[in-house]
């Protein structure tokens, strides 16, 4: 079977810590705490972080409980 995956995108905010986000991202997604930062260091840098790829079931259960969490999550506009 085909799965098709979706990367997602967050938002660097001027409102959640550096260490706040990257806690976050460690805690929700399957990734390691270095990778977490990484992620959330390039959001700061440029202004989006990209997550992913994840199936759309997977994608859409991440995104909610990092919205929860009170980070900028969008599958818009997403460049790999």
């Not at 990367?7 to 270095?34: E, G, H, K, Q, W």
């Not at 202004?47 to 969008?74: C, F, N, W």
């Amino acid at each position: 079977t085909h799965v098709l995956v979706y990367p997602f995108c967050f938002s660097a905010d001027p409102v959640n810590t550096r260490s706040y986000v990257a806690r976050m991202l460690a805690t929700i997604l399957p990734i390691r705490d270095a990778e977490a930062f990484q992620v959330m260091d390039t959001a700061h840098r440029e202004g989006k972080g990209t997550l992913g790829p994840y199936s759309r079931e997977h994608a859409e259960m991440y995104i909610s409980q990092l919205t929860m969490a009170g980070l900028t999550v969008d599958t818009a506009d997403v460049t790999r």
